[in-house]
């Protein structure tokens, strides 16, 4: 019966389903107030570069919810029923939540497609999806966070010895670990975050025998805040002003390509790489491989409290 299946909602930050459809996104993202043109240009810009008109970014996580359902009917046949829920974009979480309701669901669980908690990131997903179910009586619980999962430090550690064999192993290489820049404010309030993405790092350069590497932060906010730095343009200018030539990009904070990927290493870092002699590659990202599906199914089950 449907009321004896646990809902499972993905949550993400999501992305528009076409060029048409940016500047509603944007708006959301400025809660409620709509871009200026030239902000809009750039955002829009920004897209068209990476995907010249065709959108394909929406499938990566509609791909992913995809497969984690594949990997729970594997583990438990008939336990669960995924669902999402994006942050700026429809279906929103708020619609995710009320679509498990419709379909007589009345326990989930809610799972983010980001493995690091911040109270600014994950925790206002939580929020959101806490607040819609208790307003309908649905009992919900979440995975805050699952980043040493052991499959989780496999996939990126494999990722990271896959992407070192294209450089010169005799010459100098710099590994730079990175992640979404949050505002600075953060570490007054004791978030876990930093903490968190430095383990991540740590544990993935010690499974590929890394020992030349350094965490910086990327894509920031345009906002009179500060927000946590260096950037990753500065760190790699600072690497190669200390002579190095070769420097790998992995992006751990992030789990498919996206714009912050795309765009913001794979053409703008990449440009600065070149301008200043620096070969510049980038890991693969996780997207759908098994490792990831298992780890998000698995951090799914240590949820499932209810008897079927």
């Known amino acids: 019966m449907p009321d004896l299946k646990i809902g499972v909602l993905v ?112 925790g206002g997903y939580i929020k959101r999806a806490r607040e819609k179910a208790d307003e309908l009586g649905l009992e919900m619980t979440f995975v805050e966070s699952y980043h040493l999962h052991p499959k989780l430090i496999e996939a990126l550690v494999h990722r990271v010895k896959s992407a070192l064999d294209v450089f010169d192993r005799t010459r100098p290489l710099k590994v730079l670990f990175s992640a979404h820049s949050l505002p600075e404010k953060i570490r007054e309030m004791n978030d876990p975050y930093e903490r968190q993405l430095n383990e991540t790092s740590a544990a993935v350069a010690e499974g590929a025998g890394v020992s030349d590497w350094q965490f910086t932060w990327q894509s920031a906010g345009r906002t009179r805040e500060p927000w946590l730095g260096p950037d990753i343009l500065e760190t790699l200018a600072e690497a190669g002003e200390r002579g190095y030539k070769q420097v790998l990009s992995a992006p751990i904070g992030f789990v498919s390509d996206h714009l912050e990927v795309l765009y913001d290493l794979d053409i703008e870092a990449q440009a600065a790489a070149r301008e200043i002699g620096v070969k510049f590659e980038r890991i693969q990202m996780l997207n759908t491989d098994p490792l990831y599906m298992d780890t998000l199914a698995e951090s799914v089950r240590t949820q499932d409290k209810w008897p079927f």
């Open 11 to 122: 949550m993400s930050y999501g992305t528009p389903e076409s060029m048409d459809g940016i500047e509603e996104y944007y708006t959301h993202i400025r809660r409620g107030h709509p871009p200026t043109t030239e902000q809009l240009a750039e955002l829009s810009g920004r897209y068209e570069a990476v995907v010249g008109g065709v959108f394909p970014l929406r499938e990566n996580t509609n791909r992913q919810v995809a497969g984690l359902q594949e990997k729970l009917d594997t583990i438990a046949p008939g336990r669960y029923v995924c669902y999402q829920g994006l942050k700026h974009a429809r279906p929103y979480i708020e619609d995710g939540v009320a679509a498990m309701f419709k379909d007589g669901i009345r326990t989930a669980i809610g799972i983010v497609l980001a493995p690091h908690y911040s109270v600014m990131s994950v």
